[in-house]
């Protein structure tokens, strides 16, 4: 069992709303990603970070910010979310070297 | 350009039955071919991770396959079993940056029946 989290695991708010995707883990990995996937589709890199203070935008254009106070903590924060934003958002780290990525349970946004 | 391409797209089996996924790279430099499972409306969770150098990873039930040369790798599920029933992504990470890009198949949705 992978010890990274995310929550929530279901938000539906209304456009326009300020919101943060939670994401943690206790693992002491370096890197995190965030990942975007809509239904019956691949993931898609948005957000990574190699370690604390390390942000970089991923391959797709995504209108979210990410921050890395925190080793552990890697929140996704969306400003003024669109309906163009549902989807769900996947959560992941990685230790040191090309090792394994451990997945969190994912949030399923919804923007009304 | 680096892809990862699986095939079928979608399988429907029923239960106990064998079964094969597909999965054709181009990504390079290589460095390894993971294979997840993916429930819906979950994370994906890993089954094999293969280098270079790896032909053959079993996990149970499931067993997968490299071929480096040709860059195809294969998923066998041997006698299904009803929770097997989720999408199976091939993902293949390279050495040519830091961050060991991971790149992501589209998945083959996999539906066991009884």
């Known amino acids: 069992e992978a010890d990274i989290y995310q929550t929530p695991r279901y938000l539906v708010i209304g456009t326009g709303k300020k919101i943060t995707l939670e994401c943690s883990q206790t693992m002491g990995h370096d890197k995190m990603y965030w990942y975007q996937q809509d239904p019956g589709m691949e993931l898609h890199l948005i957000h990574y970070?190699?370690?604390?203070?390390?942000?970089e935008k991923g391959d797709l254009s995504s209108e979210s910010t990410v921050s890395r106070i925190r080793t552990e903590h890697f929140p996704l924060t969306l400003e003024s979310a669109r309906p163009s934003h549902t989807s769900q958002y996947l959560c992941?780290?990685?230790?040191?070297?090309?090792?394994?990525?451990?997945f969190g349970q994912g949030t399923r946004l919804t923007v009304v | 350009k680096n892809q990862v391409e699986q095939s079928p797209q979608s399988l429907i089996i029923l239960e106990g039955k064998n079964c094969t996924l597909q999965c054709n790279y181009t990504v390079s430099p290589f460095s390894n071919l993971r294979w997840y499972k993916q429930d819906t409306g979950r994370g994906p969770v890993s089954l094999t991770i293969m280098t270079f150098s790896e032909n053959t990873k079993s996990n149970g039930r499931y067993t997968a396959t490299l071929d480096a040369d040709t860059k195809q790798s294969s998923l066998h599920i041997t006698a299904s079993q009803l929770s097997d029933s989720a999408s199976y992504i091939c993902?293949?990470?390279?050495?040519?940056?830091?961050?060991?890009?991971?790149?992501f198949g589209r998945g083959t949705q996999l539906t066991v029946w009884p």
């Open positions: 993902v293949v990470s390279d050495r040519g940056s830091t961050l060991g890009r991971l790149y």
């Open positions: 970070s190699y370690g604390v203070n390390s942000t």
């Open positions: 992941a780290s990685s230790g040191a070297g090309n090792t394994e990525a451990f």
